[in-house]
C-alpha cells in the first residue's frame, strides 16, 4: 500500500518549487505582522502616529532650503515644497521598503530559528505595513497639491490614474532587491553595510531632488536607465502637469520589477531552508 | 499508523567562523556540483563530540538517524547537551534543512522550542496571543474562538491589555505556554520548555500534554532533561549521543541506558592503591551501591532498600576512624549525613575493612542521587578522604499501588518521600 504523506523534508528542493499557496495559508500571519508593525511604532510615544508626518515634512524643508534656495537646483517651474513631496512621497516608501526587507534575516533570526512559517511572510507583511506610512505622506502631499492646484499654479492629466500602479511597482522593486539583498547577507554580511550609503546614493541618481529636464545631456543615460527614475517622474508628471513622461519608461520599470521579484524568490527561496546555519 | 518517518537522516555544521572561506568552499561545492561528483566538504565519518578538537570545519550534528513515531505516541528524546535533540527537533519543524536524507509527515506540525517565539514587548497579552498564536500557524478566527480560554489557562485575567514587557518572567511563560498548549496540530513538537515556571505550572503543563495525547489522540515528540518528566509522559524514548542514535525502545530502558552512560555515575568503583584518596593513615579502596540481596546495580524502585559499602585501607592502628556517608540529589541538594557510631571506638589494626550503610526502602524521591562517602577521626576533627559524586543510584517508581505516590501521576515534590501516617478519619 502506499502511503500518503502531507509533507516531505528533504535537502534540497528545486528552486522553481515555489508555494505560493502556502503563504496565502498564512494571509492571516502578514495582517497581523502588519498590524504589529504600525500598532508598536508609537507605542509609548506622546505624538503617536503624527511622527510619520513630522519626519518628512522636515526633510521637505530642509530640501526646500537647501536644494532650493543655496543651491538653486531647478524645480520644473513646479512650487519647490510640492516639486520636493512629489518625489519623496514614493522614494521615501520605496526607502522605507528596501531598508525594512533587506535585513529580513538578520533582524528576524530569532523568530525563523525557532519556528517555521513560508520565510516570504515577513518582507511581504513589510512592505504592506509601510503602505500605512505613505498613505499618510500622500495625504500630506495632497494638502499641499489641493493648495497649490486652487492657486492654479499645477496641471494635472488623466496620468494621475498610474498612482495604483505606480505604487504596486515600488513596493515590488523594494520587495525584490530586499530579498535579494536579505538572501546573500546572511552569507556575506558586507552587503548590508553597503545598504547603508547605497540607497542614498541611489537616491541622488534618482530625480528625485530634481528634475530629469536639469540633467546635463551626457549623464543622461544614468537616470534614464534607472528603474526608479520613470516612476518617480511619472509620478510628478500625473500630478503637475511637468516632468517626464513615457510609456517605454514606465514599461522598462515593471519588466525590471517582475526581473527583481523573479530572482529574488528564486534565491529567497533556496537561501531561506538553511539560512539558520549560516547566518 | 505510521506519523513521522525519519530515513537516513543527516545534518552538517559548519564549525567556527562563517565567512571566512566561505566563498572558496561555495566555489568548490559548485563546481564538484557541476561535475556531478560529491561535495568534498562533507565528511559523513566525523562524530559530533565537543570536547574533542575536530580535525574538519565541518561537523555532523546528526548522523544516519532512522526512526518512526506512531500516531499518538509520546515520543521522548533525552541525551547530553550537544547531542543533537535540538537540532533533531529544528529539522523536524523545517526550522533549517537536512543535508541528507528524508523526513515523511503525516498531518499538521506545531513546533515549541521555544516560548513566546515572536512575542513582542510593546504590545499587550493580547495582540500578543494573535500573533503568537498566527506565528505558531494559526488562523484568526481559530484564535478569536481560543481566546478566552487561552486567558483563562494563563491565569492573566488582570493584565490582558498590558504590555508583555511589563509582565514576570512567570506570566510570560504562562501566557506563551497557554496559545501552544491550544494549538491543534495533530503533531507537537515541544522542547524543554518546562524548564521554566512553577511547580504548580509544570503540573499544569505536563497534564496539558498528556491530555493532548491521550485523549486527543495526538502525537507528541518531546525533548527534555528532566527524567521524571520524561518517564512520566513518555512511551518510548529516542537516546541521541554525538548526533547519532544510540538507543530506542521503552522510555524505562532509554532512562536506564542514558543514566548509566551520560551521567558517569557508576553503581561501584575500585581504586588501584597509587590512585586511591586518603592519607598515610587510611585509603579507600572500593565504593558500591547494592541492592538487599548485596548486588550491584544502578536503577532502584522507590520500595526498595538501598546499601552502601565503603572498602578502606588503614595504614596505621587506630581507635579513632568513624566511616561517614553524605547523600545529594541531582539538583545538589544535600540530603542527609551520616556517620557510623556504631564503630567509633573500634581500634583498628592495619588491614581492609568494609563499613555499610542502609537507606530505608520508601524514603527518598524519584531522580538520581550521589553519594559521598568518607573516613574520619574526630580527635582532631580530620578528613582522611571525601570521595564525591563518583558512585550513586537512580529511583523511579513503578507505581505497584503500594508507594506513597498511590495512582497520582503528577509532579510530586518534595526532596525525600517517607510513608507517613494518616489517621483515620
Redesign the interface.
Known amino acids: 500500500m502506499k502511503e500518503t504523506w502531507t509533507e516531505v523534508i528533504q535537502p534540497k528542493k528545486s528552486v522553481f518549487q515555489l508555494n505560493l499557496s502556502e503563504i496565502w495559508n498564512y494571509r492571516d500571519l502578514i495582517w497581523i505582522f502588519v498590524r504589529r508593525d504600525i500598532v508598536s511604532v508609537y507605542k509609548q510615544t506622546v505624538l503617536g502616529p503624527l511622527w510619520f508626518f513630522l519626519g518628512p515634512i522636515f526633510t521637505v524643508f530642509t530640501f526646500v532650503f537647501v536644494f532650493n534656495q543655496i543651491a538653486k537646483i531647478s524645480t520644473d517651474n513646479i512650487p519647490a515644497p510640492l516639486f520636493y513631496l512629489a518625489g519623496t512621497t514614493l522614494w521615501n516608501y520605496f526607502q522605507a521598503c528596501i531598508t525594512g526587507t533587506s535585513s529580513t534575516f538578520i533582524s528576524n533570526a530569532n523568530i525563523f530559528g525557532k519556528v517555521y512559517f513560508p520565510r516570504l511572510v515577513s518582507p511581504i507583511s513589510m512592505v504592506i505595513s509601510n503602505l500605512l506610512k505613505f498613505g499618510i505622506q500622500l495625504l500630506m502631499f495632497l494638502c499641499f497639491w489641493f493648495y497649490y492646484l486652487a492657486q492654479g499654479t499645477i496641471h494635472p492629466n488623466a496620468y494621475i490614474a498610474l498612482l495604483p500602479l505606480l505604487v504596486l511597482l515600488m513596493g515590488g522593486m523594494a520587495l525584490g532587491v530586499g530579498i535579494i539583498i536579505s538572501s546573500l547577507t546572511t552569507k556575506y554580511r558586507d552587503l548590508s553595510y553597503f545598504i547603508g550609503f547605497g540607497i542614498t546614493l541611489i537616491m541622488y541618481a534618482t530625480p528625485v531632488i530634481y528634475p530629469v529636464s536639469a540633467i546635463p545631456e551626457m549623464y543622461k543615460p544614468f537616470v534614464i536607465y534607472n528603474p526608479i527614475a520613470p516612476i518617480i517622474e511619472t509620478f510628478r508628471y500625473g500630478f503637475t502637469g511637468s516632468g517626464y513622461f513615457s510609456w517605454s519608461g514606465l514599461a522598462y520599470s515593471s519588466i525590471f520589477t517582475i526581473g527583481v521579484l523573479l530572482i529574488g524568490t528564486l534565491l529567497f527561496n533556496k537561501i531561506e531552508r538553511t539560512f539558520m546555519d549560516t547566518v | 499508523m505510521?506519523v513521522i518517518?525519519v530515513e537516513n537522516l543527516y545534518k552538517q555544521?559548519?564549525l567556527g567562523q562563517?565567512?571566512s572561506g566561505?566563498?572558496r568552499d561555495d566555489f568548490t561545492r559548485w563546481w564538484h556540483t557541476l561535475l556531478g561528483k560529491d561535495d568534498p566538504l562533507m565528511k559523513i565519518g566525523e562524530i559530533n563530540d565537543r570536547t574533542s578538537v575536530a580535525t574538519s570545519d565541518y561537523v555532523l550534528s546528526l548522523r544516519d538517524i532512522n526512526f518512526s513515531v506512531q500516531e499518538g505516541e509520546v515520543l521522548g528524546i533525552i541525551g547530553k547537551n550537544g547531542a543533537g535533540k535540538s537540532t533533531l527537533l529544528?529539522?523536524?519543524?523545517?526550522?533549517?534543512?537536512?543535508?541528507?536524507?528524508?523526513?515523511?509527515?503525516?498531518?499538521?506540525?506545531a513546533?515549541l522550542?521555544?516560548v513566546g517565539?515572536?512575542f513582542?514587548p510593546?504590545?499587550t497579552g493580547k495582540?500578543n496571543i494573535?500573533?503568537n498564536g498566527?506565528?505558531?500557524?494559526?488562523?484568526?478566527h481559530e484564535i478569536t474562538s481560543k481566546l478566552d480560554e487561552i486567558i483563562d489557562f494563563a491565569g492573566i485575567q488582570r493584565y490582558v491589555d498590558t504590555?508583555v514587557k511589563r509582565y514576570s518572567s512567570g506570566m510570560y511563560v504562562r501566557l506563551a505556554f497557554a496559545v501552544a498548549a491550544h494549538l491543534e496540530p495533530e503533531i507537537l513538537i515541544v522542547d524543554e520548555v518546562l524548564a521554566v515556571g512553577d511547580a504548580e505550572f509544570q503540573q499544569k503543563a505536563i497534564g496539558k500534554m498528556q491530555a493532548v495525547s491521550k485523549q486527543q489522540g495526538r502525537t507528541v515528540l518531546f525533548v527534555s532533561h528532566n527524567m521524571d518528566a520524561i518517564s512520566r509522559l513518555c512511551t518510548s524514548c529516542l537516546y541521541l549521543k554525538n548526533g547519532g542514535l544510540e538507543f530506542s525502545g521503552r522510555t524505562d530502558d532509554v532512562i536506564q541506558k542514558y543514566l548509566s552512560a551520560e551521567t558517569q555515575i557508576v553503581s561501584s568503583i575500585k581504586y588501584e592503591s597509587n590512585d586511591a584518596p586518603g592519607n598515610q593513615m587510611v585509603r579507600l579502596l572500593e565504593s558500591e551501591v547494592i541492592n538487599q540481596h548485596i548486588e550491584s546495580k544502578l536503577n532502584y524502585n522507590i520500595d526498595e532498600k538501598i546499601g552502601v559499602n565503603i572498602t578502606f585501607e588503614v595504614l596505621q592502628e587506630t581507635n579513632d576512624l568513624i566511616a561517614g556517608f553524605n547523600l545529594y540529589n541531582q539538583m545538589d541538594v544535600h540530603i542527609l549525613s551520616s556517620h557510623d557510631t556504631l564503630n567509633q571506638n573500634k581500634t583498628y589494626t592495619p588491614g581492609i575493612y568494609k563499613a555499610t550503610v542502609w537507606l530505608p526502602e520508601n524514603f527518598l524521591t524519584e531522580g538520581m542521587h550521589y553519594c559521598g562517602v568518607a573516613v574520619m577521626s574526630y580527635k582532631p576533627f580530620t578528613v582522611h578522604f571525601h570521595d564525591v559524586a563518583k558512585i550513586g543510584f537512580n529511583i523511579s517508581d513503578r507505581q505497584n499501588g503500594e508507594t506513597v505516590r498511590g495512582n497520582y501521576t503528577g509532579v510530586f515534590p518534595g526532596v525525600i518521600r517517607p510513608k507517613l501516617n494518616w489517621d483515620k478519619i
Open positions: 505510521t518517518q555544521y559548519r562563517v565567512g566561505t566563498l529544528k529539522v523536524l519543524s523545517k526550522v533549517t534543512a537536512p543535508t541528507s536524507g528524508q523526513i515523511k509527515i503525516k498531518g499538521r506540525v513546533s522550542l521555544e517565539t515572536g513582542h510593546e504590545l495582540e494573535y500573533l498566527a506565528i505558531l500557524g494559526m488562523k484568526r504590555p
